[in-house]
T-cell receptor
Framework: EPEVTQTPSHQVTQMGQEVILRCVPISNHLYFYWYRQILGQKVEFLVSFYNNEISEKSEIFDDQFSVERPDGSNFTLKIRSTKLEDSAMYFC?????????????FGPGTRLTVT | AQRVTQPEKLLSVFKGAPVELKCNYSYSGSPELFWYVQYSRQRLQLLLRHISRESIKGFTADLNKGETSFHLKKPFAQEEDSAMYYCARGETSGSRLTFGEGTQLTVNP
């Protein structure tokens, strides 16, 4: 069964550095998402992406964040200048169609640690 | 803002006992409700969606619009049901999911 994959599984970076988190969504899916989960807190929506542009973003998704689908298979989340509070688990998800009911398929996550 | 509330962070039952994980959502629009499960060291995966009215792994969930609830139930819990359970709502196709805080279910032998 096809799955969403994410790399790396764990990323450690220093405050102020740029990081790129990578995701390969399921191949025939149309919608792509990033969520994050700070330790001990709920899973929070960051951004959704459809037809090569952002379709929705949350208040968390400020100018430090950007997303890209550079080559038709990868979907990346870039954090330009990381802060300590960006430490979290980042989940990528993809969704197959515009029909309801829809469901989002999640990747295993990337644990980002900012020191 | 849309809200999903799971009042119990931890729930512990014995094998064979009934289990109910509570979920309430804020009343607005026509939400789609889901239950996601995360077993230890595994990814979030969809367990149930309200529109399908299905039973998966013995779990069912009924949408109660009057009480704005979508509680997850299973009549006889099994040890392999131990996991983190998240209730979530979506609004329209392709939109964000809003998650509850999650309930850690432990089924004791």
């Amino acid at each position: 069964e096809p799955e969403v994959t994410q790399t790396p599984s764990h990323q450690v970076t220093q405050m102020g550095q740029e990081v790129i988190l990578r995701c390969v969504p399921i191949s025939n899916h149309l919608y792509f998402y990033w969520y994050r989960q700070i330790l001990g807190q709920k899973v929070e929506f960051l951004v959704s992406f459809y037809n090569n542009e952002i379709s929705e973003k949350s208040e968390i998704f400020d100018d430090q964040f950007s997303v890209e689908r550079p080559d038709g298979s990868n979907f990346t989340l870039k954090i330009r200048s990381t802060k300590l509070e960006d430490s979290a688990m980042y989940f990528c998800a993809s969704s197959p169609s515009t029909a309801i009911p829809y469901e989002q398929y999640f990747g295993p996550g990337t644990r980002l640690t900012v020191t | 803002a849309q809200r999903v509330t799971q009042p119990e962070k931890l729930l512990s039952v014995f094998k064979g006992a009934p289990v109910e994980l509570k979920c309430n959502y804020s009343y607005s629009g026509s939400p789609e409700l889901f239950w996601y499960v995360q077993y230890s060291r595994q990814r979030l995966q969809l367990l149930l969606r309200h529109i399908s009215r299905e039973s998966i792994k013995g779990f069912t969930a009924d949408l109660n619009k009057g009480e704005t609830s979508f509680h997850l139930k299973k009549p006889f819990a099994q040890e392999e049901d131990s996991a983190m359970y998240y209730c979530a709502r979506g609004e329209t196709s392709g939109s964000r999911l809003t998650f509850g805080e999650g309930t850690q279910l432990t089924v004791n032998p």
